[in-house]
């Protein structure tokens, strides 16, 4: 097996991945890092193939966007698990790292488990991303992205101030990027450990565990002092309900006044942003404003809600920012509250983002060829930016057995592959 | 006690839990991170064995990372040592206190850093030069220093300087606007999910670094932007745009409870008996379609025109009305068990207090071990959902009082005596 191109960090690391939805990216992450990342699907291509939107909106196991995007980077095989074992434990026997999704008890009945596959192979480390874990009281539930995050937590915490309408799941399958970030960390652990004189292992990523863990103070807040948050349009759930923060700004884009004034400072600042664009006599609070300029040190944000005077203050300042963001477009709130030193947000669909002259000038668009729409696809980028040894997506995502005679070819000399 | 480990609940005997070998022992970690987005990061390396030492300022008591005093408490009483959300993200990590401001602070952080692997903060962009803690001025202390810094925006283009908390990293990265119910303004995420995965992000950098590190000598600087790898997790939605020119900004989006990529019906939170009580369906296929026609048993999901994914997709309004029918009146972990029994991916809404006191997967996971803090008392925390057959992570100890650790760290790291020590304190340098 030739040594995976450039110089990530994890150049010379093998990966064998089984082609799953769930574990996807964490197979992506480690080629980003340069692993040589090889992911096998069964015969006739993974069910992802499947997953639209697809290139020119043709339906096609070559134009699946989904396929595109959580492969790239990958090299790609056919492998029939069920009639080519010996070949899996070929190909595994050469790897560093097994990434695999498959439904507890898969692989097991098929003689191919990592307790079979790692005997004489000490380094190997073995991860499984499974719904509820390996074994455990509710291993055999089955779950989709919406299944984990709804019974994980997530969802409790996401949604509307109206809550006859449903809690919301949040987009783009982030229960199954929570699970595989999770997955990359403990495997990255795992190797540094075996680089240090350990063994292989292994590791066991349950996603139901790993978004019980990803809900940030819905559970500390139960967890501490037996309070249970209560979800608010586009802002923290909380146990005290908190101001909106979300605005439609004058080009109907939205904005998150984030974190008002909370210093004199700020204070200040606003009330010259007011003046400056003619808006002061459109806030109802001015003196809180006023009051707000002699604060000292920083506003305390847990003592809003609580003190009667640092919540007024608080809120109109919040309520300024309000004001100001309607006779703005979304970007241009943004900005000039940045640069007046305020946590002020414009919410952007992804398509803003890769075109935003931020992420274009830290080089986060990365084009890569594209055989299929014969021209370049612009992919999001890195992550991080490492000095010594850059992130790198080496390739567009494999064609259905497109390296199989390079990876699996000197494999299948001892064992005639059937057919 | 507490402990990790399948079958060691948070009350199991000491003796039962094996020796325990920790992944990342004898690799130190100086640690200038704060608020989630950077001690989520260093508090995962600490629970696989790193040494991590959290350096806080002495004048600002531990002000940096404004969690430290904040909610929630365990009881009525308020301060820096009682703060829930702190316990939380710093549990196993050292803390001691260094005043930068001064010249034998720096000094101090210095040797500090001349004995550790890892360097890891998450102030704005520019503190730690000025601070004196450059990456350049590291390295002259400790050549092959992995350096991760971590911030809203990161280090570079026109952005950098903008401040950042979870909720505008979320706006400006293209999560927020995928969250909402359709035809509705974006409902964003109700939590700070970006602080978790800036967290994530982070220790995946110091980890790969270490690889390379460990292999080669050779350290590195790492420059994150949380906005950048929040930009990483839309991955088909972006591409639709940047290949077939559609944007996700169009009538009708975002739509996240329902699924077009890939394709599924039903797919949606349905309302369930009782107050706020919904639970989750989805039919991933025709097959789990029939299973739950099969278990519903009721003629509306016999409809010949909801046999099929195009069908269903094609009147996912009037299924989705079915649906809701079907459940309004039922128990939402009931509809859910049902559903699992027949194969369907179904969940339960669940509440933390559901989920946390009684769910046995969590419980058999050991995912809420507690750690004993000498001001809160027993407290829960989150733990970690990987088990590691050979070395798992251990969460035991809880975090760090203000300079609890200089003793252990000034004297038994550095090697200064008592008498340095006391001077140092009398100076205000700890």
Not at chain 1, 325 to 342: I, M, W
Not at chain 2, 330 to 340: E, S
């Amino acid at each position: 097996m030739p040594a995976a191109p450039g110089g990530g960090p994890l150049a010379g690391i093998r990966v064998v991945e089984l082609a799953s939805e769930h574990a996807a990216f964490a197979g992506k992450l480690l080629a980003g890092l340069g692993a040589d990342v090889v992911v096998v699907e069964p015969p006739g291509g993974h069910a992802s193939r499947a997953f639209g939107p697809f290139a020119d909106d043709r339906p096609g196991p070559e134009r699946s966007l989904w396929w595109w995007h959580y492969n790239a980077g990958k090299r790609g095989v056919v492998l029939d698990l069920e009639a080519e074992g010996e070949l899996l434990r070929r190909l595994v026997a050469g790897a560093d790292v097994v990434l695999e999704g498959e439904p507890p008890g898969r692989l097991a009945a098929l003689g191919l488990d990592h307790d079979v596959l790692r005997a004489g192979e000490e380094g190997l480390i073995w991860v499984s991303v499974t719904p509820f874990g390996r074994d455990g009281p509710r291993s055999g539930e089955v779950a989709t992205d919406l299944t984990v995050l709804a019974g994980g937590g997530p969802v409790w915490s996401c949604g509307y101030d109206d809550h006859s309408l449903p809690p919301v799941r949040g987009g783009g399958n982030q229960g199954y990027h929570t699970a595989s970030l999770w997955a990359v960390m403990a495997t990255l652990t795992a190797v540094v450990n075996r680089d240090l004189g350990g063994s292989g292992q292994h590791l066991d990523v349950s996603m139901h565990a790993a978004a019980n863990v990803t809900t940030e103070a819905a559970t500390y807040e139960w967890l501490v002092a037996g309070r249970t948050v209560q979800r608010q349009t586009g802002r923290h759930a909380a146990v005290t309900p908190s101001m909106n923060v979300n605005v439609v700004a004058a080009d109907g884009r939205g904005i998150t006044s984030g974190v008002p004034p909370r210093t004199a400072e700020q204070f200040r600042r606003v009330l010259g942003w007011l003046d400056e664009l003619g808006l002061r006599d459109q806030v109802d609070d001015e003196v809180f404003l006023e009051m707000g300029t002699q604060i000292e040190g920083v506003l305390p944000l847990w003592e809003v809600g609580v003190d009667p005077e640092l919540t007024a203050i608080f809120a109109a300042g919040r309520q300024a920012l309000t004001v100001i963001a309607t006779h703005l477009p979304a970007e241009e709130f943004f900005v000039q509250a940045q640069r007046l030193g305020l946590a002020c947000g414009a919410i952007l669909a992804p398509e803003e983002v890769i075109g935003n002259e931020h992420f274009v000038a830290r080089g986060f668009p990365v084009p890569l060829p594209q055989s299929e729409v014969g021209r370049d696809v612009v992919h999001p980028g890195a992550p991080f930016r490492m000095s010594a040894t850059p992130w790198r997506l080496s390739r567009p995502a494999p064609r259905l057995g497109e390296h199989d005679a390079e990876v699996l070819g000197p494999l299948w000399a001892p064992a005639r592959r059937p057919g | 006690m507490a402990t990790a480990g399948h079958a060691a609940g948070a009350d199991a005997p000491s003796h039962e839990v094996p020796p325990r070998r920790a992944a990342l022992a004898g690799l130190r970690v100086c640690d200038f991170t704060g608020q989630l987005a950077g001690a989520g990061a260093t508090r995962f390396l600490a629970a696989m064995g790193a040494q991590v030492i959290r350096v806080e300022d002495p004048v600002r008591r531990g002000g940096w990372d404004i969690l430290r005093g904040a909610p929630p408490f365990v009881d009525e009483r308020r301060g820096i040592e009682l703060g829930g959300a702190f316990n939380n993200h710093n549990v196993e990590k050292l803390g001691v206190t260094v005043n930068l401001r001064t010249e034998a602070g720096r000094r101090l952080a210095r040797r500090l850093l001349a004995v550790s692997d890892v360097l890891t903060e998450n102030f704005a962009a520019g503190v730690m030069d000025r601070l004196g803690l450059s990456y350049d001025e590291v390295r002259a202390v400790r050549p092959d220093i992995v350096y991760v810094a971590n911030s809203g925006f990161g280090a570079t283009g026109p952005y950098a300087p903008f401040k950042t908390w979870g909720p505008i990293v979320q706006a400006c990265c293209g999560l927020t606007f995928e969250s909402g119910l359709r035809d509705l303004p974006t409902a964003g995420w109700g939590f700070s999910y970006m602080d978790h995965h800036g967290a994530s992000f982070m220790a995946i950098a110091v980890l790969a670094a270490l690889v390379h590190r460990n292999r080669t000598g050779e350290g590195q600087y790492v420059d994150m932007s949380c906005t950048d790898a929040g930009a990483t997790l839309t991955g088909p939605e972006l591409l639709d745009f940047t290949v077939n020119g559609r944007p996700l900004r169009r009538p009708g989006m975002p739509d996240s409870n329902h699924s077009t990529s890939p394709a599924m019906a039903p797919h949606n939170i349905y309302p369930a008996a009782g107050d706020d009580a919904w639970v989750a369906i989805a039919c991933r296929d025709d097959a789990d379609w029939e299973r739950l026609a099969g278990a519903v048993g009721e003629g509306w999901a016999r409809q010949p025109r909801f046999a099929t994914l195009a069908g269903r997709m094609g009147a996912e309004d009037d299924l989705d009305r079915a649906v809701a029918g079907w459940t309004a009146g039922r128990d939402r972990f009931a509809v859910a068990g049902l559903l699992q029994q027949a194969g369907v991916p179904a969940a339960a809404v669940t509440r933390p207090e559901d989920r946390i006191e009684h769910d046995p997967a969590t419980a058999a996971w050991g995912l809420w071990p507690v750690v004993e803090h000498p001001e809160m008392g027993r407290v829960r925390v989150d733990g970690i959902p990987v088990h590691l057959s050979a070395t798992d992570w251990r969460i035991e100890r809880a975090a760090p009082l203000l300079g609890q650790h200089n003793r252990e760290v000034f004297c038994g790291i550095l090697g200064l005596d008592e008498g340095e020590l006391a001077a140092l304190r009398a100076e205000g340098v700890v």
